[in-house]
């Protein structure tokens, strides 16, 4: 393998992490919401498990206070809304509508018909390949976002 490749393939993630969020202020202003907004319905849409407000602001780095002014505003606006965890009626867990979850999909058609024809031109090596490689990437990039919550170590 060429010595300079995982340093591009390192920078060529990044670049994609940057349109990512690129991607994530050009859905808030297309949809007339806050960036945090966008942000907010994606980590309820896309958790593994149901998120309460607190999970919520956590996975957004903002305060509990700030994260139910969020949350109050998206269920507001019919965007998200609360109902009683099954598993712990003391929790309140969040969900998108079906009102925001057609909005999201309205305003991502273009880009996910693009992925799509990106993803069509890979043969079934190359897709296992990039799967893999995402998956992986996917599981560092949590790693390292859970790590956050310890304190620096001194060098």
Same mark, same amino acid.
């Given at each position: 393998?060429?010595?300079?490749? +995982?340093?591009?393939?390192?920078?060529?993630?990044?670049?994609?992490?940057?349109? @990512?969020?690129?991607?994530?202020?050009?859905?808030? $202003?297309?949809? @007339?919401?806050?960036?945090?907004?966008?942000?907010?319905?994606?980590?309820?849409?896309?958790?593994?498990? *149901?998120?309460?407000?607190?999970?919520?602001?956590?996975?957004? @780095?903002?305060?509990?206070?700030?994260?139910?002014? &969020?949350?109050?505003?998206?269920?507001?606006?019919?965007?998200?809304?609360?109902? +009683?965890? *099954?598993?712990?009626? $003391?929790?309140?867990?969040?969900?998108?509508?079906?009102?925001?979850?057609?909005?999201?999909?309205?305003?991502?058609? *273009?880009?996910?018909?693009?992925?799509?024809?990106?993803?069509?031109?890979?043969?079934?090596?190359?897709?296992?390949?990039? %799967? @893999?490689? %995402?998956?992986? %990437?996917?599981?560092?990039?949590?790693?390292?976002?859970?790590?956050?919550? &310890? *304190?620096?170590?001194?060098?």
């Amino acid at each position: 393998m060429n010595h300079d490749r +995982p340093r591009e393939v390192a920078l060529a993630v990044r670049r994609m992490l940057q349109a @990512g969020r690129e991607m994530q202020a050009a859905m808030a $202003r297309r949809l @007339g919401v806050r960036i945090t907004d966008v942000q907010a319905v994606d980590q309820v849409v896309s958790a593994d498990s *149901p998120l309460g407000t607190v999970e919520l602001g956590d996975r957004l @780095g903002i305060r509990s206070a700030s994260a139910t002014v &969020l949350v109050d505003r998206l269920v507001s606006a019919g965007h998200l809304t609360r109902s +009683p965890d *099954p598993h712990d009626r $003391r929790r309140v867990v969040l969900s998108a509508t079906d009102h925001a979850r057609g909005e999201v999909r309205q305003a991502l058609t *273009p880009l996910l018909r693009e992925i799509t024809t990106i993803t069509d031109r890979l043969d079934d090596d190359q897709a296992v390949t990039v %799967l @893999g490689f %995402l998956e992986d %990437l996917t599981a560092a990039l949590r790693d390292y976002a859970a790590e956050a919550e &310890l *304190p620096l170590r001194k060098l």
